[in-house]
């Protein structure tokens, strides 16, 4: 029979084995004594009211509770040691609840009335009606584990004999007597010191500090007398000045009262609060001035989508009576925009009428205005939004101080949807004073300054005059003219505008439909072919109107001398409009010039990863602008000015207000009052009579003196 021989093992391996066991005898002792000891958390509890709360931590399995009453001090100065004797007081009940696997919630409440009374067992006998040391212990078994020691100490409820009247207090009339009588009363249901008019002090107490009161206001002597009142010192004592200056007033008239006297009372701000302010309802107006918001026939503010102080879009805000606006909301389309709410509405005309809005629908055929494509972004499958409103254009015509019309053209398009699309709505009110058939004008006759220019197209069919845009560059956000909204040219205002077209490498080889892309951007702006000559012309006088003349650069044929490169590209549209006053305050046009002012575009390529000339997919932004000026033509058309003429004003008859050649201006051609013959024969009576009165006078006088002294 074979033996199979074992190695015998290394003392140090027995020495790391026994290592081993004591540790894990350790630590399952430690454990063990952790969970058998139980605690109360708080340790110690003083409650002044009917209700205590504690948790008992730890191993709470097969634990039970008993709660007791510790005895009075025996003189001993040692409590006796917990036990778990049940000894529950009957006016304490107690209730527990596990709130998991360590933690226990006990609660102890009071069973009794602490309402004040006389004679009962259900009452309180005694102001101070429960006063007891409580002892809580966890045990198991008959072993206690853990206590807790409570002391409660619980006053009685003191409730008022008769009920409570809801009598508002009687403030007392400020004007002679402060809002606080006993200023130094500041401790309630308490006697103060020093504090004389405390009505808690009772009379043995007023005794021990009645000749040591506060004094002065603070005191509650609010009817201090000055000084300086006649009636405070007598003759015994009082200075030698008292009295021629001594001052004798009532002693209502008290410099005490600082600002109650005469009634004057301190408003209190309103202090900073983040509540919502409730707004009051809208109060409809019986006639409309010019800022006013309009009223539909529900008495509700009649809105519209506008931009704010910030920019934001606000859906719904007021519109104002007389008060033009102009709005544009973007929005970044994750889904086909939902339909308008209904626009046809009721609107108080604020002449005690009714007036409806007219909704005009149109299709938007081009969207380069109110869509933007990402680039490079695709959806499938595709999305079609029909019929989607991209502009909405009120025009409101009044008179007095009401509406007779509203009309509203509703411009939608239809587009494919594609992610992080924007799309920007557009949103015009427009006041005409007139009828819904009048045109808006911009004086009367002659323009005023800062009022559109208006613009206008011959019907080549019917030769009927109907308004055309006459417009500049109105930069979105971006910066883009894909976004860029337009603006009426206002007259005498020289502005200049444009916005960003952004351009690939692509298109700077195909140069000539590049010049053609950017005269279509630009020809957008005016579509008009005349203008009117005043600021209320006449729809059906072509006299009234200044054709639109049309210029370009003297450029010859543009040659490219490599690719990226295009020349006299028509990236400028300039409006020179010549002007003249006439009639004293009335302004005219005279002529107008559109100009198309060339430039040469060109990539300009670097090192970074995205340079146009590295990836012909990437854009480059150039500027397409316009500009307008206005040049004023002066009346005079003869000669020109000598230097005399120009440096001293105090002969020219135009620029000063005395005017020395026209001092013979009756006996002049320039004269038109009455005929030449007649002012001139009423001229030359006139230096008559003024001859003869300078040649009569003193000389004549002399010579009468003269003669009569010779006679004597």
């Not at 299709?363 to 989607?388: H, I, N, Q, R, W």
């Not at 845009?469 to 502005?495: E, H, I, K, T």
Request: with cysteine.
């Amino acid at each position: 029979m074979d033996t199979k021989q074992f190695p015998r093992p290394h003392p140090r391996n027995l020495l790391y084995t026994f290592g081993l066991c004591v540790f894990f005898f350790v630590a399952l002792n430690c454990i063990k004594h952790t969970r058998s000891n139980p605690v109360f958390q708080p340790s110690f509890i003083i409650t002044n009211g009917p209700s205590v709360t504690t948790f008992l931590l730890g191993n709470i399995s097969d634990l039970s509770l008993s709660l007791s009453t510790v005895p009075a001090y025996s003189g001993t100065g040692l409590l006796p040691a917990p036990s778990c004797t049940a000894q529950t007081p009957t006016q304490w009940v107690l209730s527990q609840e596990i709130l998991g696997k360590s933690v226990l919630r006990v609660q102890l409440s009071l069973n009794r009335s602490l309402q004040m009374c006389d004679n009962g067992t259900d009452c309180c006998g005694e102001p101070l009606c429960v006063l007891e040391t409580l002892r809580l212990v966890a045990c198991l078994g008959d072993l206690p584990q853990t206590a807790l020691l409570i002391q409660a100490k619980i006053y009685a409820k003191v409730l008022p004999n008769s009920p409570v009247s809801e009598n508002k207090t009687v403030i007392p009339n400020q004007v002679y007597q402060p809002l606080g009588s006993c200023p130094c009363d500041l401790t309630s249901k308490t006697c103060d010191i020093r504090c004389c008019c405390d009505k808690d002090c009772s009379a043995e107490g007023l005794r021990l500090f009645d000749s040591q009161c506060l004094p002065g206001p603070f005191g509650g002597n609010i009817n201090l007398i000055p000084d300086y009142q006649c009636s405070v010192q007598s003759l015994e004592n009082a200075p030698d000045w008292f009295p021629f200056l001594c001052v004798t007033s009532p002693a209502d008239n008290n410099p005490y009262l600082g600002l109650f006297y005469q009634g004057k009372t301190v408003i209190p701000k309103p202090s900073p609060s983040f509540q919502r302010p409730k707004l009051p309802s809208p109060v409809p107006f019986s006639s409309y001035r010019q800022g006013d918001p309009l009223f539909t026939t529900d008495n509700e503010y009649f809105t519209m989508p506008q931009n704010s102080a910030l920019g934001q879009c606000v859906l719904k805000a007021p519109v104002a009576f007389l008060e033009n606006l102009l709005a544009a909301c973007s929005s970044i389309l994750q889904s086909c925009p939902p339909e308008p709410a209904d626009l046809i509405v009721d609107v108080r005309d604020g002449l005690g009428g009714v007036v409806t809005v007219d909704v005009i629908d149109k299709e938007a055929t081009d969207l380069f205005l109110y869509v933007k494509m990402p680039s490079g972004s695709l959806l499938s499958p595709p999305v079609l939004c029909e019929k989607v409103t991209v502009a909405l254009n009120y025009t409101f015509y009044w008179r007095g101080n009401g509406l007779t019309g509203i009309t509203l053209v509703r411009t939608f398009g239809n587009f494919s949807l594609t992610p992080n699309m924007s799309l920007t709505t557009r949103v015009s009110a427009v006041f005409v004073n007139g009828n819904a058939t009048a045109q808006p004008v911009s004086g009367n006759p002659g323009y005023v300054v800062g009022r559109p220019v208006i613009g206008a197209v011959v019907d080549s069919e019917t030769g009927r005059i109907e308004g055309a845009p006459f417009s500049m560059w109105q930069p979105g956000a971006d910066g883009l003219c894909l976004s860029a909204g337009l603006r009426p040219v206002l007259f005498g205002v020289n502005s200049t505008s444009g916005c960003m077209l952004p351009v690939t490498l692509n298109n700077l080889t195909q140069c000539s439909q590049l010049r053609d892309t950017v005269r279509t951007v630009l020809s957008a702006l005016n579509t008009a072919t005349i203008i009117g000559r005043n600021g209320n012309p006449n729809f059906y006088n072509l006299a009234d109107w200044v054709n639109i003349s049309s210029s370009s650069q003297n450029t010859s044929s543009p040659v490219e001398f490599f690719s990226g490169l295009c020349n006299d590209v028509p990236s400028h549209l300039h409006i020179h409009i010549h002007s003249r006053v006439w009639g004293g305050q009335q302004r005219e046009i005279i002529s107008v010039e559109v100009t198309h002012k060339t430039t040469a575009w060109w990539i300009n390529c670097d090192a970074a990863p995205f340079s146009p000339c590295l990836n012909p997919s990437a854009t480059q932004s150039f500027p397409v602008t316009s500009s307008v000026t206005f040049t004023e033509m002066p009346l005079y058309s003869g000669p020109a000015r000598t230097r005399f003429q120009i440096n001293f004003t105090e002969y020219d008859c135009d620029r000063n207000d005395i005017c020395w050649p026209e001092l013979a201006f009756p006996v002049t051609r320039y004269y038109s009052g009455e005929p030449y013959s007649q002012a001139l024969s009423k001229g030359l009576l006139l230096v008559f009579f003024f001859i003869a009165a300078s040649i009569l006078g003193t000389p004549w006088r002399q010579i009468c003196q003269a003669w009569s002294s010779s006679s004597l």
